[in-house]
């Protein structure tokens, strides 16, 4: 009797066996239908992989096995998961990586959000991990930023894009003494009276060019670790250019070098060639030291100064700290030699 027991038992344990080879060929069968990618990892390496991860992955599921989510990821990144695993497999919470790039090579960057939970697995420490294809997502949501933050004409960064970018680098305490240039079109109604406003519209774009390879060459050229030069359209003929990192000397060299790079090449339109020049006003200072309306309105004074003493010339922000308050004084510059720093 015994012996029957024994059977039936044996046979109950074998049929569960099946049951449950069964429903994990179910399951994985599930996961591969998947359109995320799917994986058990240990800290280790990878226990499973669903089709779509493998996909991801540019291997089979068998293939990546033992192989570590680690292998496929840049450093930065690999520090992002390291610390996504410390936190799954010491909590019982569900952790996030909002982005990660995964770099196959012959194949175009893809970006995905992981999401992990830590799962019981046969008694080993595991977690699963969710990948969510974000690319497109991520590069529509750059793009709409981009659209915000550029000029729609001119292709150059925006007043709001200008401001937040002086506001960001001046939060940074590394930058001593940082400048503005402002610089505007000298008779830029005449150009559009004359010549009609799509002619005044491929010259903002000419100047836009220029100035961004000049911006390009000065940045290389810099020894230091302070961040590019940004030009700006303010609005209309105005533009401005925040120096990160450079004093009034510095910035007024930059400007002279706009300035007479902007007079000595005439600009090709349809049936003529356009000879312009353009007005600078400097002004520089130290962080914390006043608003960024205050260095705008600065600028913008130096610029009215340049103007009024008969247009294409650069000349600087004088403030007056002793005696007569802080209103300031602008000190014409046209004839600009190098000062402490060089511009090459």
């Not at 024994?6 to 994985?28: F, H």
């Not at 990160?244 to 090449?265: K, M």
Request: one cysteine or more.
């Amino acid at each position: 009797m015994e012996f029957f027991e024994d059977l039936e038992g044996i046979a109950a344990a074998t049929q569960t066996q099946t049951a449950l080879v069964d429903t994990q060929e179910r399951i994985g069968m599930v996961l591969d239908l998947m359109p995320i990618g799917f994986l058990i990892h240990q800290r280790m390496g990878i226990l499973f992989a669903n089709q779509a991860s493998a996909d991801f992955l540019n291997d089979s599921q068998a293939a990546l096995v033992g192989k570590h989510l680690f292998d496929f990821l840049n450093d930065e990144d690999r520090l992002k998961v390291e610390e996504l695993f410390e936190k799954v497999f010491s909590t019982d919470v569900p952790h996030q990586v909002a982005s990660v790039r995964i770099e196959i090579p012959g194949r175009a960057t893809k970006i995905y959000r992981l999401t992990s939970a830590r799962l019981p697995w046969e008694g080993t420490p595991a977690c699963q991990i969710l990948m969510q294809d974000i690319t497109r997502e991520t590069r529509k949501a750059r793009q709409l930023e981009n659209l915000l933050a550029t000029d729609a004409l001119t292709g150059a960064q925006n007043r709001r894009s200008f401001i937040d970018y002086v506001a960001a680098i001046t939060q940074d305490e590394s930058p001593e003494q940082s400048a503005v240039i402002f610089m505007d079109l000298d008779h830029f109604k005449e150009i559009n009276d004359t010549h009609g406003h799509e002619a005044g519209d491929l010259v903002l774009k000419h100047l836009v060019v220029r100035c961004d390879h000049l911006l390009a060459r000065e940045t290389i050229n810099r020894t230091d670790d302070c961040p590019p030069s940004m030009l700006a359209r303010m609005g209309g003929e105005e533009f401005a250019i925040f120096v990160p990192c450079g004093d009034l000397d510095y910035a007024t060299v930059l400007a002279e070098r706009i300035r007479s790079e902007i007079q000595a090449n005439a600009i090709e339109l349809p049936g003529c060639a356009l000879n312009v020049t353009a007005s600078f006003g400097v002004t520089s200072f130290a962080l914390g030291e006043r608003s960024i309306d205050d260095v705008l309105a600065e600028a913008d004074q130096a610029l009215y100064d340049a103007k009024g003493q008969g247009r294409n010339r650069v000349a600087q922000y004088i403030p007056e700290t002793e005696g007569k308050g802080s209103r300031g004084i602008a000190r014409s510059a046209k004839r600009v030699h190098s000062g402490s720093q060089q511009i090459n």
